[in-house]
């Protein structure tokens, strides 16, 4: 079994920062892309940013400059630096993992975490 597990969301005001933290844990053999999405009210999840194995990103348009993925593979885990936060990037946030266990190699989905950027 592998799991999930985020942190790091909360209330922010229009200009601030949050760090985001997603640690898998479990029978895992390597984890793959790692990657960040959002899904704001009555909007479709989309693709904030990603990072393979070997450290290369992609970003959103909207994100670039702003936000920043890093990964710490000795821990499992997956970052997302967000700065200059705006409330259009309200959402809620998934970390999302390719990872090879004993049963094959599976996509995971963290339980999403609430960022909220308001004044």
């Known amino acids: 079994q592998v799991q999930l597990v985020e942190s790091g969301g909360g209330l922010v005001q229009p200009g601030g920062s949050l760090r985001l933290s997603c640690a898998a844990s479990g029978s895992i053999i390597s984890i793959y892309a790692m990657g960040w999405y959002r899904q704001a009210p009555g909007k479709q999840r989309e693709l904030v940013a990603a990072?393979?194995?070997?450290?290369?990103?992609n970003y959103a348009d909207s994100v670039k400059g702003r936000f920043t993925i890093s990964r710490d593979n000795a821990k499992n885990t997956v970052y997302l630096q967000m700065n200059s936060l705006k409330p259009e990037d309200t959402a809620v946030y998934y970390c999302n993992t390719q990872i090879r266990g004993v049963a094959g190699v599976y996509d995971y989905w963290g339980q999403g975490t609430q960022v909220t950027v308001s004044s």
């Open positions: 990072i393979t194995s070997g450290g290369s990103t």
